[in-house]
Structures are given as structure tokens and as C-alpha cells.
């Protein structure tokens, strides 16, 4: 299968910067879409920006002119950069990936969707 680890979380005040990052590693054939969701406590879990392959990219309304995401598809890694970090911005980053990737026991090509284990952003003064 295809894991994806993200990096970069952390504790920021109100009008700072961070960057996240999430690398993908498995038998990977190719990925498509990539992305970043985040979970708020007692919220939903919810799109954040998504780039794909080509590099088009969709950002949710409350992180436009703010956050940026990029991919570097020789690495299988995906970033955010987050700017002008709000407090309202906390919650638990989560990265997203799905493609195709060789699975050697069933020695085929075969469709993922992974999801990384999260990394807490905390913007807070």
C-alpha cells in the first residue's frame, strides 16, 4: 500500500507562518490528487486546499490569500504553507493522496486513497 507522513505541525501565535509537508511512499505507480483536510475538535473533518497532478489547485474560502498548497510529484510530496495563521485555524492537519500504486502479491495495479496520521497546527497567543 501507500503511506503518507506529514511533518511541520505546531504551536504559532496569531499572524505567524508554517509550513506543513507530506511525503508518500509505497510501491507508487502515480498519485492524482493530492491534499490537506483538517478536524477541529467536535467538528467534521474538512478540505483545506487539494492540488492536482497537473498542478490546479482549490482552496476552501476561509484559507484564500492565506495558505498556499504545492507538490513536488518526483518526491510524491505535498506542502502547504500556511500564512497569517488565525486562531480559528487549530485543529489536526490531515494530508491525502490517491492514485495507483503495484501491489507485489497480487502483482497488479491497483487504486489507493491514503490518508497521513495527522499533525496538530495550534495558533493561539
Known amino acids: 500500500q501507500v503511506q503518507l507522513v506529514e511533518s511541520g505541525g505546531g504551536f504559532v501565535q496569531p499572524g505567524g507562518s508554517l509550513r506543513l509537508s507530506c511525503a508518500a511512499s509505497g510501491s507508487i505507480f502515480g498519485i492524482n490528487d493530492m491534499g490537506w483536510y483538517c478536524q477541529a475538535p467536535g467538528k467534521e473533518r474538512e478540505l483545506v486546499a487539494s492540488?492536482?497532478?497537473?498542478?490546479?489547485?482549490n482552496y476552501a474560502d476561509s484559507v484564500k490569500g492565506r495558505f498556499t498548497i504545492s507538490r513536488d510529484n518526483a518526491k510524491n510530496s505535498v506542502y502547504l504553507q500556511m500564512n497569517s495563521l488565525k486562531p480559528e485555524d487549530t485543529a489536526v492537519y490531515y494530508c491525502y493522496g490517491d492514485g495507483t500504486y503495484y501491489s507485489v502479491s497480487g502483482r497488479a495495479y491497483r487504486p489507493f486513497e491514503s490518508w497521513g496520521q495527522g499533525t496538530q497546527v495550534t495558533v493561539s497567543s
Open positions: 492540488i492536482t497532478r497537473g498542478g490546479s489547485t
